[in-house]
């Protein structure tokens, strides 16, 4: 009897193609599961006109723990274009699926580790005197991931309800002289459940992985009430865990730190649009989309998937050349999630192994360019390659 069900979502594109090479290496490293393929992404917005079916959101309710690849979304034109001739005309309107899918089941933590392998030809370098030193980055990012200004509370011409309310405060006398028409608000609301649960969660992780800080990275200088609120709950909690250091630097310094000392930061949080931008900051560090891994965490359902999309132009190319790791470390994170950090472990030092070789790389570690054969005449690996040569290194 395998001991765990696991849903697999592999969407569209080179999510299709990095998947299932997961699955190889985790059936390898002896992680037995049933996988329960469910339907998302592109496909079934032009078929059905939804790109995340209910029987996925069912899969998800009954299994709790998703791995998904990637999904294809575009222009507003292509999405009524593209749209079975049948469903035209009904009003259905295309909504990101992993948006939907992280609002619907809550998924409010987003995890975004940023570590770098030695040897990894990507990883960021800075000069030291007259030579060059590489920086050992080991920097998680809790992104919040569901609130603030992701959260969708926007309006162009606001309502009357909406303009009166924000009239009474004093500093919207500074807009009194702009039509209403010419007027664009976006949101950034935060709750305090959701602060409190980012900063908990980050502090129980920097104690699990043995971090010795914990840095918020937020404004809260200036952003007084959404920055401050999630300042004070950090506070609150950091006095539970006494061996880590609380740490706050603003998003627009600390971008300027992440090229000058990168590898003084362990566990950062922030809110949804900071989260987004340091976290893509660090990952440049370490090698960018080939290897950046993400979890999506809620208090029942967890989704673990690569932040990149789903390249569709590599997605024709035979045989694949798309770098599997990013999908593979999204696995493990699963793994550690689920509490089988043995093999999560098993997993990274087989990654690391192949990475510090040198053997075999990927064509994005390679800085290649162009078609199958011109990077394989380059000496980048295949997909597939590189799949077997974690495996081999396990
Ligand atoms: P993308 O991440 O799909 O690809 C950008 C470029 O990064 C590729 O052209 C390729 O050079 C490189 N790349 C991506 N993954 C790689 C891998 N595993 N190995 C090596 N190189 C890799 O982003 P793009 O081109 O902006 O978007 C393509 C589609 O993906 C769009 O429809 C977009 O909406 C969607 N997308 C979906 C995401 C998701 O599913 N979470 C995230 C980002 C984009
Ligand atoms: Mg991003």
Not at 209 to 221: A, H, I, Q, R, W
Not at 311 to 329: C, D, Q, R
Request: hydrophobic share 40%; with cysteine; glycine share 8%.
């Amino acid at each position: 009897m395998p001991k765990y069900n696991v849903v697999s979502m592999p969407g569209d594109g080179i999510g299709q193609t990095v998947l299932p090479e997961a699955i190889r290496v985790l059936e390898a490293a002896g992680f037995e599961a049933d996988y329960h393929h469910a339907d998302i992404g592109w496909e079934f917005w032009r078929s059905e006109g939804n790109p995340l079916p209910d029987r996925t959101i069912d899969l998800l309710e009954k299994y709790k723990i998703g791995l998904f690849g990637a999904i294809t979304s575009k222009p507003k034109v292509k999405t009524a274009e593209e749209l079975d001739p049948s469903l035209r005309g009904k009003g259905l309107v295309y909504f990101s699926p992993i948006v939907k899918m992280r609002q619907h089941f809550n998924l409010d933590v987003c995890i975004r580790p940023c570590i770098s392998f030695p040897n990894n030809p990507l990883n960021f370098v800075l000069r030291d005197g007259d030579g060059l030193f590489e920086p050992k980055i080991d920097t998680v990012v809790f992104r919040q991931n569901t609130e603030g200004l992701y959260g969708g509370v926007e309006w162009t011409n606001p309502p009357d309800q909406v303009y009166d309310a924000l009239m009474t405060h004093p500093k919207m006398q500074g807009f009194a002289d702009c039509p209403r028409e010419d007027m664009a608000i976006s949101t950034r609301i935060f709750t305090r459940k959701a602060c409190h649960r980012i900063m908990q969660s980050a502090f129980e992780y920097a104690k699990k992985f043995g971090y010795k800080s914990v840095t918020l990275c937020e404004k809260p200088n200036v952003l007084r009430e959404t920055s401050g609120m999630m300042e004070e709950e950090g506070k609150k909690v950091a006095e539970n865990y006494p061996d880590i250091q609380l740490w706050s630097t603003n998003i627009d310094a600390q971008m300027m730190w992440i090229t000058k000392n990168p590898q003084d930061y362990g566990v950062i949080v922030a809110g949804n649009m900071f989260g987004d931008i340091i976290s893509d900051g660090f990952a440049g560090l370490v090698g960018g989309l080939g290897f950046a891994c993400s979890a999506n965490i809620g208090e029942e359902v967890a989704v673990f998937e690569p932040t990149h999309g789903s390249a569709p132009k590599y997605f024709e190319l035979e045989p694949s050349i798309v770098n599997p790791i990013a999908m593979i470390l999204s696995a493990c994170m699963m793994l550690d999630h689920i509490g089988e950090t043995e093999k999560a472990t098993k997993i990274k030092n087989a990654v690391a192994k192949v990475v510090v070789e040198g053997k075999v790389r990927t064509y994005d570690m390679l800085k290649l360019r162009g078609s199958t054969k011109a990077v394989t005449e380059g000496g980048a690996a295949s997909t597939q390659q590189m799949t077997d040569a974690i495996i081999a290194a396990l």
